[in-house]
């Protein structure tokens, strides 16, 4: 009787320990590791993703976290450098033994961290990936609902705008960075400008970390264009405009393709500026109760960060949607399986604050949902189309 009594304790005790293991692994915190660009070229951008990754990792806390656990958000700086990105979630997956991933910014950071998560078979949801036919794996899934063949669509939905207006260009100088996506994009919106039969007065490219625009002001002043396409990224097209206005030339219309949107819309000469988009601070974006909760936080913590933009525009929206994604996800298996979140997103529409999204197409992509939008008086205003453009407003030009 004393054996089987003294086994009994032992098996008790046993049980206790595993359930104060058990216990304490519950309240470990969901690990998410990524990388930002929080210096170099990207880093103005990048910090409007670090600010959105803050507040919604504070506000899913406060929601409860993740399957009752607490999120912690691991984030390190790539320096813009994709090589740096793909050594850094190497860390994040086998040293830092992180949960789950979330995207970097930019398409050669995203394609770096894209192979490591490949690699470790791990789900990774990003937010600004610009190639859809080079995104293999199957397990990414992007925010940015750019469709599945952009090198199409934008260009053709910037024309569609600008004839909308009554100014559709019969000339166009287009000048870009070699930046992988951008380059991607300005080489497709060259053939839609062909086919459309606007002739080209200038092709002009410069090495991604170009600070010297002088020279390509001049050129594109000499061509006199009716409408310049710049393939920016970050501050391009910032110090492309400062060129222009020491040669003394001001395009009559130009659209930026991926500028640091607080630089942009802050600049005296960007009045007019178009570029892309997927959401912006005003109705009827923000008649949705999330996105104006969103927008108004933001407002609020991009003030107190002095950062250039302190309204919601596409990036922080792309950004929002993939945490989003990420949050439905993990909700929707209720587990943290990579394979089972990856199968959950392919088979269900999840609700955003730049809409329903779904990712049953080619390479996981879905709809596409990309806007144009003008600097109007210091705001980034939605011009086209008219059912989603900002009450009363019109594309503008000179």
Request: glycine share 8%.
């Given at each position: 009787m004393r054996t089987l009594l003294s086994w009994l304790?032992?098996?008790?005790?046993?049980?206790?320990?595993?359930?104060?293991?058990?216990?304490?692994?519950?309240?470990?915190?969901?690990?998410?590791?990524?990388?930002?660009?929080?210096?170099?070229?990207?880093?103005?951008?990048?910090?409007?993703?670090?600010?959105?990754?803050?507040?919604?990792?504070?506000?899913?806390?406060?929601?409860?976290?993740?399957?009752?656990?607490?999120?912690?958000?691991i984030v390190k700086d790539d320096q813009s450098k994709p090589d740096v990105a793909?050594?850094?979630?190497?860390?994040?997956?086998?040293?830092?033994?992180?949960?789950?991933?979330?995207?970097?910014?930019?398409?050669?950071?995203?394609?770096?961290?894209?192979?490591?998560?490949?690699?470790?078979?791990?789900?990774?949801?990003?937010?600004?990936?610009?190639?859809?036919?080079?995104?293999?794996?199957?397990?990414?899934?992007?925010?940015?609902?750019?469709?599945?063949?952009?090198?199409?669509?934008?260009?053709?939905?910037?024309?569609?705008?600008?004839?909308?207006?009554?100014?559709?260009?019969?000339?166009?100088?287009?000048?870009?960075?070699?930046?992988?996506?951008?380059?991607?994009?300005?080489?497709?919106?060259?053939?839609?400008?062909?086919?459309?039969?606007?002739?080209?007065?200038?092709?002009?490219?410069?090495?991604?970390?170009?600070?010297?625009?002088?020279?390509?002001?001049?050129?594109?002043?000499?061509?006199?264009?009716?409408?310049?396409?710049?393939?920016?990224?970050?501050?391009?097209?910032?110090?492309?405009?400062?060129?222009?206005?020491?040669?003394?030339?001001?395009?009559?219309?130009?659209?930026?393709?991926?500028?640091?949107?607080?630089?942009?819309?802050?600049?005296?000469?960007?009045?007019?500026?178009?570029?892309?988009?997927?959401?912006?601070?005003?109705?009827?974006?923000?008649?949705?109760?999330?996105?104006?909760?969103?927008?108004?936080?933001?407002?609020?913590?991009?003030?107190?960060?002095?950062?250039?933009?302190?309204?919601?525009?596409?990036?922080?929206?792309?950004?929002?949607?993939?945490?989003?994604?990420?949050?439905?996800?993990?909700?929707?298996?209720?587990?943290?399986?990579?394979?089972?979140?990856?199968?959950?997103?392919?088979?269900?529409?999840?609700?955003?604050?730049?809409?329903?999204?779904?990712?049953?197409?080619?390479?996981?992509?879905?709809?596409?949902?990309?806007?144009?939008?003008?600097?109007?008086?210091?705001?980034?205003?939605?011009?086209?189309?008219?059912?989603?453009?900002?009450?009363?407003?019109?594309?503008?030009?000179?």
């Amino acid at each position: 009787m004393r054996t089987l009594l003294s086994w009994l304790s032992r098996l008790a005790a046993g049980f206790g320990l595993l359930a104060v293991i058990g216990s304490a692994s519950a309240q470990n915190p969901v690990r998410i590791g990524s990388t930002l660009a929080l210096t170099g070229p990207l880093s103005a951008t990048a910090q409007i993703h670090k600010l959105v990754g803050e507040i919604y990792v504070e506000q899913l806390n406060k929601r409860g976290g993740l399957l009752g656990r607490q999120v912690e958000w691991i984030v390190k700086d790539d320096q813009s450098k994709p090589d740096v990105a793909r050594t850094l979630y190497e860390q994040l997956v086998t040293a830092d033994k992180v949960d789950l991933l979330m995207g970097p910014y930019a398409t050669g950071a995203i394609l770096s961290a894209m192979g490591v998560a490949q690699r470790y078979e791990k789900i990774l949801i990003h937010h600004t990936f610009g190639i859809p036919s080079m995104a293999k794996y199957e397990r990414h899934f992007p925010a940015w609902s750019l469709g599945s063949e952009p090198g199409t669509t934008v260009p053709t939905t910037v024309l569609a705008a600008l004839g909308a207006a009554g100014k559709t260009p019969k000339t166009v100088a287009i000048v870009t960075s070699k930046f992988p996506s951008i380059h991607f994009m300005s080489l497709g919106a060259r053939e839609v400008f062909k086919k459309r039969g606007v002739q080209e007065v200038l092709f002009l490219e410069w090495e991604f970390g170009n600070r010297d625009f002088g020279p390509i002001a001049a050129r594109v002043k000499d061509a006199k264009p009716d409408f310049v396409w710049v393939g920016a990224i970050g501050l391009d097209g910032n110090l492309l405009l400062d060129a222009m206005k020491k040669v003394d030339y001001a395009p009559p219309l130009h659209f930026h393709l991926y500028p640091a949107p607080g630089p942009m819309v802050k600049s005296p000469d960007a009045n007019g500026a178009l570029s892309v988009s997927i959401f912006e601070d005003h109705p009827p974006y923000t008649n949705n109760p999330v996105a104006a909760e969103f927008t108004k936080l933001f407002h609020e913590r991009a003030t107190k960060a002095n950062l250039p933009e302190t309204n919601v525009e596409v990036q922080a929206a792309a950004s929002f949607t993939a945490w989003q994604l990420l949050e439905a996800a993990v909700n929707g298996t209720k587990s943290l399986d990579d394979k089972k979140m990856a199968d959950w997103l392919k088979a269900n529409k999840v609700d955003t604050i730049q809409g329903r999204l779904r990712f049953d197409g080619p390479s996981n992509y879905g709809d596409d949902l990309m806007r144009v939008k003008q600097v109007q008086n210091g705001k980034w205003l939605v011009v086209y189309p008219p059912e989603v453009a900002a009450p009363g407003a019109k594309l503008i030009a000179k």
